[in-house]
């Protein structure tokens, strides 16, 4: 069993920034996939961002060039660091990981982006 911890939300103005970290338990970290989800009321839930074991990334097309993912395999945690942070950024934010085809689930933080 995989214990997935996430941290950092919060409430931040337009423009703003804001780091997520999550810590999953388990030795074998460097080999998780590591995902950010989002889901915002009255929306299905959405693949933010992702890492693989092996450093390879990808983004959805709202968040490129605003999010990046990264991972500390020394530490058990990933994140995600949002710049330039928008309205409709708001959402519960989740840590996915991924491992031998099961996936962990965090128990969400949420970030409101409001003026």
């Known amino acids: 069993q995989v214990q997935v911890v996430e941290s950092g939300g919060g409430l931040v103005q337009p423009g703003g920034s804001l780091r997520l970290s999550c810590a999953a338990s388990?030795?074998?970290?460097?080999?998780?996939?590591m995902g950010w989800y989002r889901q915002a009321p009255g929306k299905q839930r959405e693949l933010v961002a992702a890492i693989t074991s092996g450093g390879s990334t990808n983004y959805a097309d709202s968040v490129k060039g605003r999010f990046t993912i990264s991972r500390d395999n020394a530490k058990n945690t990933a994140y995600l660091q949002m710049n330039s942070l928008k309205p409709e950024d708001t959402a519960v934010y989740s840590c996915?990981?991924?491992?031998?085809?099961?996936?962990?689930w965090g128990q969400g933080t949420q970030v409101t982006v409001s003026s």
């Open positions: 388990g030795k074998f970290f460097n080999r998780y996939v």
């Open positions: 996915n990981a991924r491992v031998a085809l099961v996936n962990y």
